[in-house]
């Protein structure tokens, strides 16, 4: 390849890259004014797609200290606001390691350095709703079923217990406005149901709790329908404590 095609080819990957759209994280459930995601950002995404190096250095922390590690909880934007929201739950040996607006591709990444580094008795998994949002490009239900799946076996075959966690079956994203993802995510969430029974999980149901008798979430528990308010998380924690004993 001569020396102009390698700078087009260079400047068009840059271009496609600098054309995503910077999405938003951050409500009022984590206590903060939205901001852009820095893991759907162009400069993160072409040096750490996975983004790696978010929990490297608290990873060592933990080891270096000899710190107990009882249970890793794995997922996006809704586990990174429940580690932010409520530090009592995340404490004594259970650690979080979200990253908002990471889908299931980015997770099973993350894994191995996140999650089996720690040496957890019990792992929460709990991702797939920004897989129907596309947030790192298309993908199928099938797509997402195998990288929980892979996630699981990981897990499986490193000694831990496994809580798989659902989703809120939104009617909307408003970061992706005229999608409907609601369909899709009670879905996934049969399939999670499913896949812990045939496995020997526990499922953690959230989204009934979090949702009325017609299954639309509760505006007073998730108000933007996918990342819960203060009162939401506290109802989920109940659920959590129960599936992780």
């Known amino acids: 390849m001569n020396t ?9 990957s840059l271009g496609a890259a600098s054309a995503l759209p910077l999405v938003a994280f951050g409500d009022e459930a984590c206590g903060n004014r939205p901001n852009t995601a820095p893991a759907l950002q162009p400069p993160l995404l ?45 404490s004594n040996g259970v650690v979080g390691r979200g ?3 990471q889908t299931t591709p980015q997770m099973l990444v993350r894994f191995f350095s996140d999650v089996v580094a720690l040496g957890p008795r019990v792992v929460h998994i709990m991702g797939g709703t920004n897989d129907i949002a596309g947030n790192t490009g298309p ?16 897990a499986k075959a490193n000694g831990m217990r496994i809580v798989l966690g659902s989703v809120p079956p939104a009617s909307k994203y408003w970061w992706k406005p005229g999608l409907q993802p609601k369909a899709q995510a009670l879905a996934m969430n049969e399939w999670l149901r499913g896949h812990a029974r045939r ?3 526990h499922y953690a149901d959230y989204a009934t709790a979090l949702s009325d008798a017609a299954g639309n979430v509760k505006l007073e528990l998730a108000k933007d329908e996918v990342h819960p308010t203060a009162e939401g998380y506290a109802v989920m924690r109940r659920i959590a404590e129960a599936a992780i004993r």
């Open 4 to 12: 102009l095609n390698r700078r087009s080819l260079i400047a068009a």
């Open 46 to 90: 072409l040096s750490d797609w996975a983004w790696l190096a978010r929990y490297r250095d608290d990873n060592a922390k933990l080891l270096a200290a000899g710190t107990k590690v009882h249970g890793v909880f794995m997922g996006d934007s809704i586990t990174e606001g429940w580690a932010s929201n409520d530090g009592a739950f995340f």
């Open 99 to 101: 990253i908002s607006a």
């Open 139 to 154: 993908m199928s239900a099938g797509d997402t079923r195998n990288n929980i799946t892979a996630m699981c076996e990981i």
């Open 199 to 201: 496995i020997g999980a």
